[in-house]
Every structure is written in C-alpha cells, then in structure tokens.
C-alpha cells in the first residue's frame, strides 16, 4: 500500500530525530520527498535521492527564496525545532529570541510564504511539544514558543479550512534524539536524568521517533480528512495524569 503515491510533502528538520523518520516513512508510503535543514549532509543521510533544500527556517529572505522555487505541495511536516534550557529571569533576550526564532518564527514563515504553494485539500502538521500545553521548570522560552506553535496550527486550521488545508499539531513528550540527548549530557549523572525522565509518563518510558511520525503521518493522510486545529499530545499520558 502506497496511500502516499503521486504527493509531494516538505519535511523540515528532516536531518536527524523525529523529522528523520516521518521523511523515511513517508518514502515508503509512496511519497515524494522535499528535505529542508541546515546541514545538507545530514538530509542526504536521511533519504539520498529526495530533493535537498540547506534552509535555516529563522531566516526570512531564504525561506522566501525557496517558496519561489517551490512546487506545489500536499504536505508539510514541519519538525525543526531547538531546546534552550533556563528560566524566566535565567534566560537572556538573545536566548529568548533564539527559541522564538527556532521553534515559532521559522514555522510561521514557512506556512506564511509557502501557503499559496499548497494544494486544495493538503495537510500541514507542526510539532510541538507537551510542555507547550503544560509548564515544567527551567526551560521556559521553549514552553512560551511551541504553545505560540500549537495555536499557530489553530489559526491556520481556520484561515486555510475554505480550501480545505488542514493543520493540526502534534506535541511529544520526551523522545531520545539529538536534542534529548544534549539536555541529559549537561546533567550531572546523564543516566540518572534518563531513568528520571522516563518516570514522568504513566508508561515509564521515552518515545521513539517511529511513534511521533506514526502519529504525524495520520494527520497528514485521508484518514484524519475531518481533523483539524487540533493539539495532540503524544507523551506515554503524561500530559494527562501530571
Ligand atoms: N525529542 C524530544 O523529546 C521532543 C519532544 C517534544 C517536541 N520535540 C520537537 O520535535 C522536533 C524535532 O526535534 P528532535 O527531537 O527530532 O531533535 P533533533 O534531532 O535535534 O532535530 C531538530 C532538527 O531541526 C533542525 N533545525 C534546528 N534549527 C533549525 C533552523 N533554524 N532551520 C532549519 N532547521 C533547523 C536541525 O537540523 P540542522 O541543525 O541541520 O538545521 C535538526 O535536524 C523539534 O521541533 C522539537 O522541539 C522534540
């Protein structure tokens, strides 16, 4: 079954993690492919023979360049996203602003200029996270940006519903990637930060990239046709027990 076959679908932050594997499951459902991140070796890793686009998603002009070039679209997943760890009175205007850029801004830029390139009847789903729904300590810009990301997807669901484009957000609790990574290696006893982290889910585990693309590419597909402006979390029920 190639449910996918003959549509074209964007996948940012393709280059590694949760991006990574919705472009290698959406290949084979069918799909063609258009990789965007900043490091084109890495996007070569995910899928060689997809079309590769080096984009920094922060960056207004560049991303105007490529909607030019852009064929129409019936997807997009947009999944680039960073994780700056600190407070409110902890963290600076420039990491503000970095985490706005990264995890808001960029989207918003990418559905503002490719918009016109979507096709009746296409599917966008952002990835957001489950601390854009419920607040944990020390990584406050990121919890402000992706709660602007899921209602982002909302405001979308309804400037977009008259030509029938849906969007939708997903929003993942811990998933062991790069970005993950990164956070447990700064602790002081990175396996401890791990064994701790998976105890705040009633499943008492991590997520797996596969899991977050599973759920992404039912949004994507005919089957959720009815689902729009929604916000799920994906997170072993941790948003909804804690
Ligand atoms: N892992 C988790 O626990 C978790 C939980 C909830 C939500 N999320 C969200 O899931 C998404 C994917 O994260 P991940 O866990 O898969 O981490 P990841 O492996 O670090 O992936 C993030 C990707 O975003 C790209 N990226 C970052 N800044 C960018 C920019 N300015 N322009 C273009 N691309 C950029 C990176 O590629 P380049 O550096 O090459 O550009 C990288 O491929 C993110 O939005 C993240 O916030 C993750």
Not at 14 to 26: E, K
Not at 123 to 136: E, M, P
Not at 229 to 236: A, E, H, K, N
Request: net charge neutral.
């Amino acid at each position: 079954m190639k449910p996918f076959l003959g549509r074209r679908i964007l996948v940012t932050g393709a280059g590694s993690g949760i991006g990574r594997a919705c472009a290698r499951r959406l290949e084979a459902l069918g799909a063609e492919l258009i990789l965007a991140g900043r490091r084109a070796e890495l996007l070569r890793e995910t899928l060689p023979h997809a079309r590769h686009v080096p984009l920094d998603h922060t960056r207004d002009e560049d991303v105007q360049a490529f909607a030019r070039d852009c064929p129409p679209l019936d997807g997009m997943v947009l999944a680039a996203g960073s994780l700056l760890t600190g407070g409110v009175e902890g963290t600076s205007a420039p990491a503000f602003d970095r985490m706005i850029a990264s995890n808001l801004k960029g989207p918003w830029l990418l559905c503002h200029h490719l918009g016109p390139s979507l096709r009746d009847a296409a599917s966008v789903v952002l990835v957001g996270s489950n601390v854009g729904i419920r607040a944990i300590p020390d990584s406050a810009a990121y919890c402000v940006a992706k709660a602007g990301l899921h209602m982002l997807a909302q405001v979308l669901a309804l400037e977009w519903a008259p030509r029938g484009i849906r969007c939708n957000a997903v929003a993942p609790g811990p998933v062991h990637t790069a970005m993950v990574d990164a956070r447990l290696r700064s602790a002081p006893d990175p396996a401890a930060a791990l064994h701790a982290l998976a105890q705040v889910n009633p499943m008492r585990r991590l997520g797996r990239e596969e899991e977050v693309a599973a759920l992404a590419i039912h949004l994507l597909g005919d089957e959720s046709r009815w689902t729009t402006g929604t916000v799920i979390p994906i997170d072993g029920g941790a948003s909804a027990v804690f």
